[in-house]
């Protein structure tokens, strides 16, 4: 079983800058792909960034591209998100979504999440 943990959410104004982070830990083999989304009253989750475990490569939603980047630390189970330039319109609640293989007998992904945390924009 995967426990996936958030922290670094708050408050703050627009242009201002957040780092969410986010840590992986329980039984897993390995870890395939680590994402973060994000959902705001009213709306459906939403993929934010993803990044692959092995290669790095990295995925974002065209409203972020240029202010948001998405890191991880394969050491530490971990993967970051900083978020700078924010805008009200990123005011929700980010969680983290991390792909892991479950055991070395077993490769097919299972997907576990996050409580979330909230990131609110505004003067």
């Known amino acids: 079983q995967v426990q996936v943990v958030e922290s670094g959410g708050g408050l703050v104004q627009p242009g201002e800058s957040l780092r969410l982070s986010c840590t992986a830990s329980?039984?897993?083999?390995?870890?395939?792909?680590m994402g973060w989304y994000r959902q705001a009253p009213g709306l459906q989750r939403e993929l934010v960034a993803s990044i692959t475990a092995i290669t790095g490569s990295t995925n974002y939603t065209d409203s972020v591209k240029g202010r948001f980047t998405i890191s991880r630390d394969n050491a530490k189970n971990t993967v970051d998100l900083q978020m700078n330039n924010l805008k009200p319109e990123d005011t929700a609640v980010y969680y983290c979504?991390?792909?892991?293989?479950?055991?070395?007998?077993?490769?097919?992904?299972?997907?576990?999440w996050g409580q979330g945390t909230q990131v609110t924009v505004s003067s």
């Open positions: 329980g039984n897993f083999f390995r870890i395939y792909a």
């Open positions: 979504n991390i792909h892991v293989a479950p055991s070395v007998f077993n490769l097919v992904p299972e997907s576990a």
